[in-house]
């Protein structure tokens, strides 16, 4: 099992900035293709972006692309999401999650943190 913990969330302004940052435990973080979550009230857990182990290969989620981009640390154990530009949409709760147990893009992950709010104010 993957130990994650997310911070960086808060409250930013349309066009503004954020940083998220996800630090695991364990040995083996190198190995893993991470992803990054979200989900707003009301909503389903959706997608924002993945990475692979070595960092070469970056899906988006439609909605961010452009936006926001994912970077990892295997050195540090740490992976983090930029969001520039944010919108008032991207309000949600933001999860990080290991070991992708199929689609990269799906909710189907056996770790995840507890999450951390970002709020979007217009």
Known sequence: QVQLVESGGGLAQAGGSLRLSCAASGRTFSRYTMG???????KEREFVAAISSDGTYT???DSVKGRFTISRDNAKNTMYLQM????????AVY??????????TSVNYADW??????TVSS
């Open 36 to 42: 990054w979550f979200r989900q707003a009230p009301g």
């Open 113 to 118: 943190g507890q999450g951390t709010q970002v």
């Open 95 to 104: 999860y990080c999650a290991a070991r992708a147990r199929g689609a990269t």
């Open 84 to 91: 520039n530009s944010l919108k008032p949409e991207d309000t």
């Open 59 to 61: 899906p988006y989620a």
